[in-house]
């Protein structure tokens, strides 16, 4: 589905030249699920966003399906790859309405049955008619996330770029989100590459997980593998045990003080 | 040893679609311990927190039947008063230090303010005292940081100083509004362990508010749980897995677990007798949902 080559992305102008991605290679096939984890500032959102065209510059090759993408990618890319963003804050436009967030969509698509597109795409991601007519600020954040994700399902893409899709939700609202996504990778068959920096959420929600540090793929894993802690690399290893919540307060002066 | 003592807490803000109650009488009692305060976002876990240092701003309303700092009583005391208490005998960290640290004022002169507001002390001293709070929280090059500004500063080190400028006053109650939630988990377990060392060293009390309940459950000695304005949950943070409200189980269980792998995720089916008395928030939800 997706093939990344060598793929290298640098910031910055003559004087300061910072590569945020360096050789960079992974594969995708269709109908998985693709995971990246990393801390923040490894390059990982910025790999998702080269591969949908937010970023020029870059080096190296970027294939959908056997072919090749070039700078200014075309409709039928967008058709194919949607993106769902970190934020369902940022991510809507605070004074358009659902129903208009979709119907832009899906008129820059060139689709012709948008009311009836529209009610599926919203009973789809479980919101319902009656936030048709809703603006972004009279959504909670899960439902807002919901609509995010009608919006990029909208021109039936098959290769989904999820970026932190629940990071800036509740536990418990990002349970919903996730089972919503699983449920639709099956009912769709999408394929998923997923962005995150919480391990438990890329382990539940992906086949493979790639680990990223300081803008390189360190090591490409099976989640299977991961699981039973199989990693060749240290930083990994060290990321696992970091969010494993590893560190214990120990139980030290605090109960002596509460003796006196 | 007791060192702050809440009873019945309420904190109301007023809207356009009538009263929201962000806290609905909360009680509770803090020594010389970890205490974590779990809950979710608009539960009014942070609410507390300003409430306990009056900083809840009109037309927000506290009251309480009683909030008291040992034998002090901070409801009754005058604004003047306060000044005393607030930031010297019970600090706060805020969840992102670099928007919560003034940004046209240097890091060095952020924190002589503090010593200069709180003790007598010259400037050069307050500038001696505040390189050497830097290197207590491991800030090695100082006198760099101590002239640098905030938004020259990474997200974990912002979080240091601000926990440096905190504690520096030697307050007895440190209250931690999402303190790491904004940092990676690497960064994340050092500012953690630099809270508690501090902690322990000087015998305070903390108030560690968070929505991560596996965090606060290996972190804190005790937890409470907060549903809508309402403590719903109490107990030992080593009794987590105990724990019987079936709000905290549905927590619990809706977590991804890197360990045991499952197909679907369970949701929280929320119950509306969770919390009491909570018609106007009901309310509002009715409208945003």
């Known amino acids: 589905m997706l093939r990344v080559e060598n793929l290298g992305v640098w910031f910055g102008g003559r004087e300061v030249h910072i590569h945020a991605v360096k050789e960079v290679s992974f594969q995708v096939t269709t109908g998985s699920s693709f995971g990246l984890i990393g801390e923040s500032g490894s390059g990982k959102s910025t790999i998702l966003r080269a591969i949908v065209g937010l970023i020029r510059n870059l080096s190296g090759e970027i294939e959908i399906d056997g072919s090749q993408l070039c700078v200014a990618r075309s409709k039928d890319f967008y058709k194919a790859v949607q993106m769902v963003f970190q934020d369902p804050y940022g991510s809507l436009h605070p004074r358009q309405t659902v129903d208009r967030v979709l119907a832009e969509t899906l008129h820059l698509h060139e689709f012709t049955d948008s009311e009836k597109r529209i009610q599926k795409l919203l009973d789809d991601v479980g919101l319902g008619q009656e936030f048709r007519f809703r603006y972004p600020h009279q959504l909670s954040g899960g439902q807002r996330q919901r609509v995010s994700i009608a919006r990029a399902l909208a021109p039936e893409p098959r290769l989904l770029l999820l970026d932190e899709p629940t990071s800036a939700l509740d536990v418990s609202v990002q349970a919903e989100i996730l089972n919503l996504l699983s449920d639709l990778r099956e009912s769709r068959g999408l394929t998923y590459l997923l962005v995150s920096h919480d391990i438990p959420v890329v382990a539940h929600m992906c086949d493979v997980v790639g680990f990223m540090k300081h803008g390189k793929l360190v090591e490409t894993v099976s989640t299977a593998e991961l699981r039973r802690g199989n990693m060749l690399h240290d930083y990994s290893r060290d990321l696992l045990l970091a969010s494993g919540y590893e560190y214990k307060s120990q139980p030290g002066p605090l109960s002596e003080f509460n003796q006196q | ?289």
Not at chain 2, 145 to 171: C, D, F, K, N, T
Not at chain 2, 214 to 236: F, H, Q, T, W
Not at chain 2, 263 to 269: A, E, K, P, S, Y
């Open chain 2, 1 to 289: 040893m007791t060192l702050l003592k809440v009873e019945d807490l309420q904190v109301r803000f007023p809207t356009h679609n009538g009263v929201v109650d962000a806290v609905k009488g909360v009680s509770f009692t803090l020594g010389r311990e970890r205490l974590g305060l779990v809950g979710e976002s608009g539960s009014g876990k942070t609410a507390i927190g300003r409430a306990i240092l009056r900083l809840i701003r009109p037309p927000g309303e506290i009251s309480a039947n009683r909030i008291s700092l040992g034998d002090s009583d901070l409801l009754t005391m005058s604004e003047r008063e306060f000044g005393q208490v607030r930031g010297r005998q019970i600090s706060m960290v805020l969840q992102d230090a670099r928007y919560s640290l003034n940004p046209v004022l240097s890091v060095g002169e952020q924190i002589s303010e503090a010593f200069l507001s709180h003790s007598r002390i010259s400037k050069s001293d307050a500038f001696i005292r505040s390189l050497d709070l830097l290197r207590s929280v491991s800030i090695s090059n100082a006198e760099r940081v101590l002239s640098a500004y905030p938004h020259e500063l990474s997200g974990g080190m912002a979080q240091r100083i601000m926990i440096a400028m905190m504690v520096a006053p030697q307050p007895q109650i440190l209250i931690a509004d999402e303190p790491t939630s904004a940092l990676d988990v690497s960064v994340q377990r050092k500012v953690l362990r630099l809270i508690d060392d501090l902690v322990k060293d000087r015998g305070m009390g903390l108030l560690f508010i968070s929505h991560d309940l596996n965090l606060v459950s290996e972190y804190c000695d005790r937890i409470m749980v907060m549903y809508r304005g309402a403590i719903v949950d109490e107990c030992r943070a080593n009794e987590l897995n105990r724990a019987v409200h079936p709000y905290t189980q549905g927590l619990l269980k809706c977590m991804p677990r890197f360990e045991s792998p499952v197909q679907r995720l369970q949701t929280l089916d929320r119950d509306p007798s969770w919390g009491i008395g909570s018609d106007s928030i009901e309310k509002i939800d009715h409208v945003t949902s």
